[in-house]
């Protein structure tokens, strides 16, 4: 497990598993087919917390039944808290208002995972031994060794990967995967973060997220990533630039 800044030696002084709140983070738009699965396999992953909840995050964007799926479901198991987020603008809103959610209602750790199975719910016990461990952060990456990527078109994995590599130079982290949205969070690191600012409004966020962590305790661990998604629009790439050359120069004005 390597952090921003090569090996981390972290004291285990976090509490016990069973001691502990943990927040699940997910918006989702049209996942009908999917959701109740993943919420359900997600919380099937989590037993040993003293709690667990986990948050959708949903808005205009979904036009499906999505919505219904889940209330039918939040209807059985208390555990479940669907959120409508219409004052959503764009993606990151959606995140920004799932993190808020598990702030406010207390729970010690934060994790943000993405819908459709392109995050394996196998994959959380890594993250949660690494919690154990005392670390601030843990971040899923596709590009350690142990990670893969599966079912994700070329160019998906092209700008995945460049992006990772351009990110750590210019910022001068030096993580695996820069691009990942596969994470989790001690409560004070996520508000620290936060209290940054998140200025990007499409998928770079993730990347910020990861520039403003970079001094706190950090771990990655491998993940599997499968995601048939489509390319990815101008608009998103033209953010990402915008908001990398922004914290570059942050950088080297400090």
């Keep these: 497990m390597t952090g921003a800044r090569g090996a981390i030696a972290v004291n285990p002084i976090a509490r016990p598993r069973q001691t502990l709140s943990l927040g699940i983070v997910c918006p989702m738009a049209n996942e009908e087919k999917s959701a109740c699965d993943l919420v359900e396999r997600v919380l099937d992953e989590t037993r040993g917390f003293g709690e667990a909840r986990f948050y959708v995050v949903l808005d205009r964007v979904s036009r499906d039944r999505t919505r219904d799926e889940l209330e039918r479901l939040a ?94 130079l210019l910022l001068g982290t030096r993580f695996h995967d820069m691009t990942s949205g596969f994470e989790l969070f001690s ?53 990402a630039f915008k908001n990398l050359f922004r914290l570059a120069g942050l950088r080297w004005r400090r």
């Design 75 to 168: 209807a059985t198991e208390s555990r479940l808290v669907v959120v409508w987020a219409e004052e959503s603008r764009h993606v990151v809103d959606a995140y920004l208002r799932g993190y808020r959610e598990a702030i406010d209602a207390g729970h010690d750790y934060i994790l943000e995972m993405d819908a459709g199975f392109s995050h394996q719910p196998a994959d959380l016990p890594r993250f949660f031994d690494a919690l154990e461990k005392g670390y601030d952060c843990v971040f899923g990456s596709r590009f350690m060794p142990g990670g893969n990527m599966t079912d994700t078109p070329w160019h998906r994995r092209l700008i995945s990967r460049g992006g990772t590599i351009v990110s750590n």
């Design 187 to 239: 409560r004070d690191a996520l508000i620290e973060i936060l209290d940054h600012g998140i200025r990007s409004e499409a998928h770079f966020f993730q990347t910020e997220i990861k520039y403003h962590a970079r001094k706190m305790r950090i771990v990655e661990v491998p993940i599997s990533y499968s995601a048939t998604a489509p390319a990815v629009k101008m608009g998103s790439l033209a953010d």
